[in-house]
């Protein structure tokens, strides 16, 4: 027999716990260990008067059994009130069961605006405000569940309830928000939908049926639903007379109102469509706002433009271009770089300036400019950089959202899944199951992306690309956008988004070992920068954006040191060049910025082995993949990780946005990017 179910430790807050279903919530919670706050206002049905006798008399039998329990006498509109008096009694508060309510039931005409508002202060706004209490206390524990209770007249609606039936609807839609939030520190909500026998039904249903729904059949799903082991979450639950049930919204497969993208769509379309609209012989369900973008995508590709992207990414790298040449570079060293984004396109001669473009001189300018600028500045252009991408990456989500999930998830595949799966396969098996889970795809959605995946993956020609694969220098992000097609807009994109994503996160700079005196050329951007790859994963989430970055005092201080030691180190390896008479060990101890770092690398099927080696001015760190300790250090996502000064990185990306690289994005010029900072 499996083990009972305890809330030893646990406080609950029950609301209109006086009588009916919240007393027999109470009573059970307490019954299995729980500590409970027993609120009531003690007024009537419609919201009117109040008493202490309600919530006495529950708290008594609660403890008259050996249980622990408190009365509180406050309205669920002032429910810190509530939440602070479990505080006060019991030391925390771990489940919130919103259960007050009340009826003021009109017809729709003859409905006022009291009836209106009592009844939405009662059920929505005090829902609301009891649950806000509770929350930070929630996020801080990192645990927590919520129930709130909505209603068959909120699903379904019901004649005479039109206000009740608004209030009950509202708060589904609060708790499926309030799961997608709370998600992250392991706090569920969830809506039951109870049909029991209490004061506010006595009058309404018949006396015989009435006897049956028993209040007491409905309290185990309750109590189940916020118990610890219990994952549900973001769900509707419907309850009565010992049977439960889970209700969610459907939809039709829908129709196309218009033939191709210049149509309009007008009523008279809408007519003669309207069978295949409503036809729900194969409506499905939708998770999420993520699944449902998925299940759109079919409709989207027959209106795709074979038009290049240049017009859609044209606004945000002008503005980039504009903000970078403003602050740190001057202008008449990135002419050329400046007439590319101009125009728009690519051509030889520019292409052929832009290559000279030199990325040692950029980075002495940036360095003497930035004497005048402020270190809130120089943090507000990491904003900017974020800010472009979020752009593109948004642009890129609504052209392809499936490739693009699969194939990001895969650019920046987790350090610790490379290392505990054996085979490329499983890898990327591994990579499928995050994208779902990270982007909360289930059921009929998640097995579309992974019939999609897995029939990618069975393709002869990416066998073959599989079993060609380079055990040395190839990854698996370089495989994945290899079996893209060449002329793929997304892999041009995605390709270009992850130049973007390293350089604006302060990887490619000179305290990292990576050359920045070289031309700008696919040349010689090498292997090297594998480690920067490593530490950017999961700094790009779901939709595209950037994990949000602090700024503290010790980012700041360490931005400005850097800039004085890096600026100090230069001048001292320009005075070194013209002497020639400094000694190995000077030149060493004065040029912070070129520091020894070390890379080998060893691989079998795919496994790479990176160790590094560091000067005193740099992050000391020397990292394997074989340990996987030493992980911490490679993965942003892990608290031991630190970020270095960004701002070394303005005057390579400025070239980058200028230079050839991003050639590869317009059409007209064919780049292989699959050695570009991979």
């Known amino acids: 027999m499996a083990a009972s179910m305890r809330f030893d430790g646990r406080v609950v807050v029950v609301t209109g716990a006086g009588a009916g279903l919240g007393r027999a919530y109470a009573l059970l919670f307490a019954e299995r260990g729980a500590s409970v706050v027993v609120n009531d206002l003690g007024g009537g049905r419609h919201g009117d008067g109040s008493s202490t006798k309600a919530a006495d008399i529950v708290v008594q039998e609660i403890r008259s059994k050996g249980g622990k329990a408190a009365a509180n006498y406050n309205s669920v509109e002032d429910g810190e009130k509530i939440i602070q008096t479990a505080l006060d009694n019991f030391g925390r508060i771990d489940v919130v069961v919103n259960n007050a309510g009340i009826l003021r039931d009109r017809s729709f005409a003859r409905i006022s605006n009291t009836d209106w508002d009592l009844i939405h202060q009662v059920h929505l706004k005090g829902t609301f405000k009891t649950t806000q209490a509770a929350w930070p206390h929630f996020r801080k524990q990192n645990y927590g569940r919520v129930i709130v209770t909505s209603s068959n007249s909120g699903l379904y ?97 829908g129709s196309l109102l218009r033939s191709k993208i210049t149509d309009n769509v007008t009523p008279e379309d809408v007519r003669e469509h309207w069978g295949t609209v409503t036809d729900m012989s194969n409506a499905k369900h939708y998770p999420s706002i993520a699944s449902v973008a998925i299940m759109v995508e079919p409709f989207l590709i027959q209106f795709q433009s074979d038009a290049p992207l240049a017009p859609f990414l044209y606004e945000a790298l002008i503005s980039l271009m504009k903000s970078l040449m403003k602050r740190f570079v001057k202008s008449d060293k990135l002419d050329s770089a400046r007439s590319l984004l101009e125009l728009g396109i690519f ?46 990456c948004a642009k890129l989500l609504e052209r392809s959202p499936l490739k693009y999930k699969l194939t990001k998830a895969i650019s920046f595949l987790d350090p610790a899944v490379a290392v505990l799966k054996s085979t490329r396969s499983e890898r990327l098996k591994s990579t499928l199951e995050i994208v779902l889970a990270n982007n909360w795809i289930t059921g009929v959605a998640a097995d579309l992306v992974d019939r999609q995946f897995n029939s990618v993956c069975s393709q002869p020609d990416f066998l073959e690309k599989m079993n060609a694969f380079s055990k040395q220098h190839d990854r698996l992000d370089t495989l994945w956008m290899s079996i893209i097609p060449s002329n793929d807009d997304n892999q041009k994109l995605v390709s270009f988004l992850r130049l973007i994503l390293i350089l604006s996160h302060g990887n490619a700079s000179l305290e990292r070992g990576f050359s920045i005196n070289r031309e700008c050329i696919v040349e010689n951007l090498n292997e090297a920068s594998l480690i920067a790859q490593r530490q950017i994963y999961d700094s790009v989430k779901a939709i595209g954006g950037i994990e949000k970055v602090d700024i503290t005092k010790s980012l700041i201080h360490s931005v400005r040191n850097a800039r004085s030691r890096y600026k100090d180190s230069l001048e001292q390896k320009m005075k070194d060049k013209q002497n020639g008479e400094k000694q190995e060990g000077d030149r060493k101890r004065a040029a912070l910025a070129n520091a020894p770092v070390v890379l080998s690398s060893t691989a079998e099927d795919g496994e790479i082995e990176v160790r590094i080696s560091v000067g005193p001015y740099v992050l000391p760190v020397g990292a394997s993949l074989d340990n996987p300790e030493d992980l911490k250090y490679l993965y942003e996502g892990h608290e031991a990780f630190s970020a270095l000064p960004t701002f070394l990185i303005i005057p390579a990306i400025t070239t980058l946005l200028g230079a050839n690289i991003i050639g590869d994005v317009f059409p007209g010029k064919d780049i292989d990017l699959t050695k570009v900072l991979i």
């Not at 809506?191 to 006595?202: F, K, L, N, Q």
């Not at 300036?353 to 943090?379: C, F, H, M, P, Q």
Request: include cysteine.
């Open 157 to 253: 609606g019901n004649f005479g309830q039109a206000n009740y039936a608004a209030a009950k609807i509202g708060v589904v839609g609060l708790s499926s928000t309030l799961a997608i939030e709370g998600r992250k520190n392991n706090i569920h909500c969830n809506a039951i939908v109870p049909t029991a026998a209490s004061r506010m039904t006595e009058d309404i249903l018949p006396p015989d049926f009435f006897a049956e729904l028993k209040p007491e059949l409905i309290a185990p799903v309750v109590v189940w639903l916020c118990h610890e082991s219990c994952p549900e979450t973001g769900s509707i639950i419907e309850a009565a007379a010992g049977w439960a049930g889970k209700s969610y919204l459907v939809r039709s497969q």
């Open 347 to 392: 051509n030889e001669t520019n292409l052929l300036n832009a290559k000279y473009v030199d990325l040692g001189y950029a980075t002495r300018e940036a360095i003497r400019k930035t004497k005048g600028v402020s270190e809130k500045e120089i943090l507000l252009f990491r904003q900017d950089c974020k800010t472009c991408l979020q752009k593109l």
